[in-house]
């Protein structure tokens, strides 16, 4: 049995399933502070003594670094209470069996690849516009790390000549995309949900104009073969339409790219897509 957990922002879902990835059971609950959510997660799992591996996509930015004296952590996110986690190593006090540990998005960059909205392609990123904005990269099978793992919902980002008042929500860099197109920042700008704008094109384009520049500039250095592009302000389906116009006029015919229906795509897996890159996460930190 294999074990997976993707934390986020809002919440965190632990999950275990079977060598051929099939989820048994799941839970989920809030991500509150470190210990209550380590007492959340050792519940769920003390369960399970036939636990073989355990896989972990964190929210970050997060250290994968293996020659780091903090591999494992969590370091300077946004949430104050999870600077400086060990993450990791709390789990591995825990349960003594093969982990595999990076960022929510690269796992779920690594689900849709192998079982998603990827699959039969080389290289993919996956982008998640919710809470925050976060993205993930994989290249021939391997989810893209080095010193440390890509934070592309922090790229900064021209801001929109009818934007220029909005000073953004990002507590590190104000107007980087996160900070001009993450679901607060919709919330903070028109005082209303994305679900309840869901009819306000002028919503889209904007969100569209700012999603465009971080594909655009995403296209010019990883040129993957797909981006998938999920989270929950991505379930408004109309923003693609919007997307597709706007990375077209960005880009401006500078570089080739496949056809944008099989270029810019919502995820298969949909709200799966993390922790099914977990699961796999196990399964390869088993077999290695």
Not at 200 to 229: D, G
Request: hydrophobic fraction near 40%.
């Amino acid at each position: 049995m294999l074990g997976a957990i993707e934390t986020g922002g809002t919440k965190i879902v632990c999950a275990v399933g079977d060598d051929a990835l099939n989820i048994i059971e799941r839970v989920s609950f809030p991500t509150t502070t470190p210990d209550e959510t380590f007492e959340h997660i050792f519940n769920f799992f003390d369960q399970y003594d036939e636990l073989k591996a355990i896989g972990i996509g964190s929210f970050g930015p997060i250290d994968v670094n293996k020659e780091s004296d903090t591999y494992g952590y969590i370091t300077s996110t946004p949430k104050l209470a999870w600077q400086d986690t060990d993450f990791l190593g709390r789990m591995k006090a825990r349960y003594d069996i093969p982990m595999g540990w990076t960022t929510d998005v690269n796992a779920a960059a690594l689900g849709e690849y192998e079982l998603g909205a990827a699959q039969g392609t080389n290289s993919c990123v996956y982008i998640t516009v919710g809470t925050g904005i976060g993205g993930g990269a994989v290249v021939d099978g391997k989810p893209l790390e080095g010193y440390g793992h890509p934070e592309l919902g922090h790229m900064l980002v021209r801001l929109h000549p009818e934007d220029t008042a909005f000073d953004g929500f990002c507590p590190f860099h104000g107007t980087c995309l996160e900070g001009v197109a993450a679901g607060p920042a919709i919330e903070q700008r028109y005082g209303k949900s994305g679900q309840e704008l869901a009819e306000e094109a002028h919503v889209w384009e904007l969100e569209a104009f700012y999603l465009a520049q971080a594909i655009v500039n995403i296209t010019l250095t990883l040129s993957p073969e797909r981006i998938v592009l999920g989270g929950g302000v991505m379930k408004q389906r109309q923003i693609f339409r919007f997307l597709k116009k706007a990375f077209k006029e960005q880009l401006n015919d500078y570089v080739a790219t496949p056809p944008l229906d099989e270029y810019l795509v919502p995820p298969a897996l949909e709200d799966n897509a993390g922790i099914t890159g977990g699961l796999l996460l196990a399964k390869r930190a088993l077999q290695s």
